[in-house]
């Protein structure tokens, strides 16, 4: 992928997301820095994702999974928030502009000039 684009980035990551989210659900993911199975690794620049509950509703579930990052903090990248409009850590930076893609799935913190 070129990384230029946002959207067409995650059109095409679509599908390796969305197993992810069913990772999430069943159980198999949890916390910060979740570790991916070999076969996911690739959706996340650091092979890992975040996993938010919701205080007082366990089954409302934020992820995180980051398309760049910096030691030793900061990071940017596609998030999974259903519920509500995001408000998360990325990782040492927090998201204030997120932009809706698609049923759910948003990006913060993307290259500018990506769209």
């Known amino acids: ?3 230029d684009d946002v959207r067409r980035d995650f059109h095409t990551l679509r599908p390796a997301l969305d197993d992810v ?3 999430v659900v069943k159980g ?3 916390g910060p820095y ?3 199975s070999r076969t996911l690794k690739f959706v996340s620049a650091t092979g890992s994702v975040d996993v938010y509950h919701e205080t007082g509703d366990h089954d ?3 992820i995180f999974v980051p398309q760049w990052a910096r030691l030793v903090d900061d990071a940017g990248g596609y998030i999974y928030s259903p519920h509500r409009r995001p408000d998360v850590n990325m990782r040492g930076m ?3 502009a997120p932009a809706r893609l698609d049923e759910g ?3 913060c913190g993307m290259r500018a000039g990506s769209g």
């Open 105 to 107: 799935w948003w990006s």
């Open 21 to 23: 989210v069913e990772h």
């Open 94 to 96: 927090a998201c204030t």
């Open 60 to 62: 409302a579930v934020t």
């Open 28 to 30: 198999d993911l949890d």
């Open 34 to 36: 979740a570790e991916l």
């Open 1 to 3: 992928m070129a990384h």
